[in-house]
Structure formats: structure tokens, C-alpha cells
């Protein structure tokens, strides 16, 4: 078994998709946070300086949904057939893009404030409803079975709910579907014993 070493900041972030993944594959790994205090050293070393990385016996990978691609294919959770591979790319990066949107190392107090609430009370509802129509009477948002698009889903609403509690308050749909990632045992089992943070 090739050791795992995963490097990113002390939250949930970009990395939690990975360490779901993880989870899922019963790879063990190690967790490596790192302070802010350290990160300008560690951005050094690197690739393109941007965590998270998943070193794998010591060769890093970057990016983190082509590293969640890379083990969601190897859990099984990338859809079944290319058609479906597309369709759940395709969820993940419309994620992917709204949480993007968000200034999330903007200092200025007040900037920021405006646009996550601009964000959260203009452009969220539309999304959600978008997702909601998507996933119709479906049990997950591609196919028959679970998918890493369902494990991003989860990941992402848990942050936007941290940023706006009633956010979902209108999809029942889409907290069954969160709820239902967040029971899947291995998931339950990280989700108790992970680091508790806020993002
Ligand atoms: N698209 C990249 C984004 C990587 C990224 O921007 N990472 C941020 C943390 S979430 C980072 O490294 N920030 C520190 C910096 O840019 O110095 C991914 O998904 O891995």
C-alpha cells in the first residue's frame, strides 16, 4: 500500500472531498494541517503553490477535484458509464464554481461581508433550485447509487449552511440527499472524528 500524505490548511476546505474519498477507500493517510504562520515556507515547496496535495509515496498531486477524480474511479464512485462520468463531472464543477465565487482570503472586513451575502441571498437560491429540478425524484443526484457528485454536494451545502443557516430551508430534497451522504457508515465514522472546524 502506497503511503499517503495529504497537506492543507486546518479546515474542511478543499481538501474534505479528498479525505471523504479517502474514507471511502479505507486508505489510511496522514492528515497533515499546517498553521497559516507556516504556509508561506510551505508554499515553496509545492507545485504551482496551492494546497491541498496528496503525496503519494512522496510524489505530489495537486488540484483537488483531479485528485477526488482520480480516487472517486478508483472507489467506483465516478459514475458508471462515460455518460454518467459527465454528468457527475458536471455537478461537481457547478459546485465547484459558485463556492469559487466566494473571496475567501479577502481581508477587508466589510468586502467581504457584501459579496458572501450577495452571494448567499441573490445567487444561491437559483442554484439550489437548479440542483433541486436535477435531482427531481431521484435518490442521488446521477444513476442509481451514490457518487462523488452526492459527496461534494454534501461537502459544499455543509459550508454554506455554517454561512447561512435557513439556506436549504426550501429543498427538503437536497437535506435528505445531504443527510444521506453524511449516514453512509465510513462517512459518519470521519464526520465524528474529524478536526471540528468551521469551514
Ligand atoms: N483549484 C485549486 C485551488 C487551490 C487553491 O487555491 N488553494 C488555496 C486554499 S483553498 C491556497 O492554496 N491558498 C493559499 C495561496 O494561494 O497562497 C484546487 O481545487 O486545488
Known amino acids: 500500500m502506497p ?9 474542511r476546505g478543499r481538501a474534505e472531498i ?4 479517502l474514507a471511502y477507500l479505507n486508505i489510511q493517510y496522514e492528515d497533515h494541517r499546517i498553521s497559516l504562520d507556516d504556509w508561506s515556507a ?3 515547496t509545492v507545485p504551482f503553490g496551492k494546497i491541498p ?3 503519494v509515496d512522496g510524489v505530489p498531486l495537486h488540484q483537488s477535484l483531479a485528485i477526488g477524480r482520480l480516487l472517486a474511479r478508483k472507489a467506483g464512485l465516478a459514475g458508471k458509464t462515460e455518460m454518467e462520468e459527465c454528468h457527475v463531472d458536471a455537478i461537481i464543477d457547478t459546485l465547484d464554481d459558485f463556492m469559487s465565487r466566494f473571496p475567501w482570503a479577502e481581508k477587508n472586513q466589510d468586502i467581504r461581508d457584501e459579496v458572501f451575502n450577495e452571494l448567499l441571498t441573490n ?4 442554484l439550489l433550485q437548479d440542483l433541486d429540478l436535477y435531482l427531481g425524484k431521484k435518490d442521488w443526484f446521477v444513476g442509481d447509487s451514490v457518487t462523488w457528485a452526492d459527496f461534494y454536494w454534501d461537502i459544499c451545502s455543509t459550508t454554506l449552511l455554517v454561512l447561512k ?3 436549504l430551508e426550501k429543498h427538503p430534497k437536497l437535506v435528505a440527499l445531504q443527510k444521506k451522504v453524511q449516514s453512509i457508515p465510513v462517512i459518519a465514522d470521519w464526520i465524528k472524528q474529524r478536526p471540528e472546524t468551521r469551514l
Open 42 to 44: 510551505v508554499k515553496k
Open 165 to 167: 443557516h435557513d439556506l
Open 18 to 21: 479528498i479525505r471523504y474519498l
Open 123 to 126: 445567487d444561491a437560491p437559483g
Open 53 to 55: 496535495i496528496l503525496e
Open 3 to 11: 503511503h499517503y500524505k495529504l497537506i492543507y490548511f486546518n479546515i
